[in-house]
Every structure is written in C-alpha cells, then in structure tokens.
C-alpha cells in the first residue's frame, strides 16, 4: 500500500477550513505519527498505539472528502486517547470512545465546521460508527416563540435532525420549557447506561465499503420493550490495531 509522507502545512489540502490549526496542535501534544494512505475498501483510518518509545501511528484514506477526512481523524484521535487511560481494558466503541469522541468533536460543531446536507452527515456518521442524539431548543425555553410549537416536527429541518438521529440509532428532542429540556437530556443519560451490544457473523464477510442494512427484532411476547438501533452499518474492518 503506498503512503504519502510530507511536510505538516500540507495536510491542509486535506482539512475543511478553519481546522487546521487544532489538527496539528493535536498531534504535536498526543505525539502523533499521521499517514494518509490511498483508498482502502475495507477501512477509512486506523490506529496503533505506540510501542517501544515511538509515536502513536494513525493513517487515514487520503481519497475522502474533507469533512469525512477530518471526521475520521478524530474518530482514530478518541481511540488514541481511550487506549492512553484504559489500555485494551474497554469496548473500542464502548461508552468511554464514544464520550471521548464527543468531547473532540464539540469544537467544530460550535463552530459548524461539517456540512448541512443530511445525506453527507448521515454517510459520516454511519462511516464512524457514531450514534447522534440531538435537542432543539427552538421553541425557546418558555414555549413563546412565535410559531413554533414546542416538541412538534413541523419543517424541513426537524426532519432532517430527526432523519440524522434515527438513521445512527440515536433520538431526536424538540424542547419548548425547562422541565422538558431536563427531562430530554435524563433520557439520553438513561440510554446510554442501558445500551447493549449485540454482535454477528455476516454472510458476507466481505469489507467492500458498501452498506449493509440490520433489522434487530425483539421477540414477539416482550410488548413492552422497544428496540432503538442504527439502520445499518459500512462494511469497514474495526481500525484499532495493536
């Protein structure tokens, strides 16, 4: 597999803008050693932790779009992080990946970094393997803004937050008072400790990059249980590597 190897400012090629500048202080302060690699089917980016005194080592598709390359870094950063507390101790996309993640990625969100268009958020999501839960707070806090009916779905926009929580497996809140801001955020933390990992072998075991669709059925007497899972998967090998 070639690998591209050059100086730091040229990474800038690779990065949406306004984003450098936090990539690089990232792997000056975690030590990283990047490589950006040709297209890979089977992964996007990988990580292996660093081992007799060398640099962590990260390599990502040098082929993404800018937002899926920047995504995917961070995506490999979480586990660099993860790896550094717990070692091999936890789930490589278990709770603590995912809070990590989330932590890293609150920059650029604030500073809407990522793209609007749903389709190209969803694809980035499902690619990383990241469940979204989201809360709109646009009826205000005391349900007074004009036209806007608190917890109702009513335009474009609502559908389309929705349409990004559901496809990842996550939930979307519509908000319009205090209580119910609380109440939303209680639900997500309820979630999250009550999550379970279900894994299977594939028919096809090919990593082809292709997206595979999953339909997890509770049995029919547990009426009072409801499944919330992602709609399906890229068929991308695990990018942890020791």
Do not use: C
Not at 227 to 242: E, L
């Amino acid at each position: 597999m070639a690998k591209s190897q050059a100086p730091l400012d040229a990474l800038k090629d690779y990065l949406p803008e306004g984003t450098f500048e936090k990539v690089s202080e990232w792997l000056y302060q975690y030590h990283i050693h990047l490589t950006i690699t040709r297209e890979r089917t089977s992964v996007l980016g990988d990580y292996r932790n660093a081992v007799d005194g060398k640099n962590h080592r990260i390599s990502v598709n040098g082929n993404l779009n800018k937002f899926a390359f920047l995504y995917t870094l961070i995506h490999e950063i979480a586990h660099l992080l993860v790896y550094d507390q717990y070692g091999h101790r936890v789930a490589s996309h278990g709770r603590e990946w995912k809070m990590q993640f989330s932590i890293l990625l609150r920059d650029f969100l604030e500073h809407h970094i990522f793209p609007a268009d749903i389709r190209d958020a969803i694809d980035i999501a499902q690619r990383t393997e990241t469940t979204i839960y989201a809360i709109s707070t646009k009826a205000g806090f005391i349900s007074t803004v004009p036209g806007v009916e608190a917890g109702s779905i009513k335009d474009k926009k609502d559908r389309a937050l929705q349409t990004l929580a559901e496809e990842t497996g996550g939930m979307a809140f519509f908000t319009g008072d205090m209580l119910s801001l609380e109440r939303s955020f209680n639900k997500i933390s309820k979630e999250l400790r009550a999550q379970y990992l279900v894994t299977y072998k594939p028919i096809n075991d090919r990593y082809d990059g292709s997206f595979r669709k999953i339909d997890v059925r509770l049995d029919e007497s547990r009426k009072d249980l409801k499944v919330r899972t992602k709609h399906g998967y890229k068929a991308i090998a695990d990018s942890v590597r020791p």
